[in-house]
């Protein structure tokens, strides 16, 4: 059974920088299609952005663009999430999904974590 666990969340002013983490267990993360997804307070969860299997494909919602970066390592089952120049806008639980294909619906992806709460202070 496939497990993602995620951590690195806080608070941060604005302008800082935060790193969240997601590892997964049950299976090697090269099998899989990797993204992260946020819910912000009172709103529906969006698609942050996902890395292909091989890691040579990458996309974004294009309010990160140019802040956020996904990466992963393989050797130790763990995507990435690197953010800097956060706004508050970015405040929200960040989970991260686990998927056979490529893609920005959240129905692409039937593994989820927990979720990470992230909270940027103006």
């Known amino acids: 059974q496939v497990q993602l666990v995620e951590s690195g969340g806080g608070l941060v002013q604005a302008g800082g920088s935060l790193k969240l983490s997601c590892r997964l267990s049950g299976g090697p993360i090269s099998y899989y299609v990797l993204g992260w997804f946020r819910q912000a307070p009172g709103k529906e969860r969006e698609f942050v952005t996902y890395i292909s299997r091989t890691g040579g494909t990458t996309d974004y919602l294009d309010s990160v663009k140019g802040r956020f970066a996904i990466s992963k390592d393989n050797a130790n089952n763990t995507v990435y999430l690197q953010m800097n120049s956060l706004k508050p806008e970015d405040t929200a639980v960040y989970y991260c999904?686990?998927?056979?294909?490529?893609?920005?619906?959240?129905?692409?992806?039937?593994?989820w974590g927990q979720g990470t709460r992230v909270t940027v202070s103006s």
């Open positions: 999904a686990a998927g056979a294909l490529t893609g920005t619906a959240s129905s692409s992806y039937p593994f």
